[in-house]
């Protein structure tokens, strides 16, 4: 039977983790008017088409190469994996 101190805890821990996670969009949402409050310039001043459209390329851009580095880290982790797993079936 567990003890009643680390129930409290347990509670405590997961008391905590809810009020972080509530508080943060909360904050987020109290923010927010101010972060648009300067006639919509932000911190990279005032913005043109050109700049949004080069942006947003990159993002494009981004995430197949994210995706195709992973698969390649991903691999070469397997095959040394699989490298391992030969060498151990092999000496035993």
Not at 12 to 18: D, F, K
Not at 32 to 55: E, S, W
Request: charged share 25%; hydrophobic share 55%; with cysteine.
């Amino acid at each position: 039977m567990p003890c009643v101190a680390c129930v409290r805890v347990r509670y405590v821990r997961r008391l905590r983790i809810a009020i972080a996670f509530g508080a943060v969009p909360a904050l987020l949402l109290a923010l927010a008017p101010a972060a648009m409050a300067d006639d919509g310039v932000g911190l990279a001043g005032r913005v043109t088409d050109k700049q949004i459209t080069l942006f947003c390329f990159g993002v494009i851009a981004f995430f197949p190469l994210l995706v195709i580095t992973l698969s390649i880290i991903q691999g070469k982790l397997d095959a040394r994996k699989d490298r391992r797993r030969y060498d151990l079936e092999r000496l035993s």
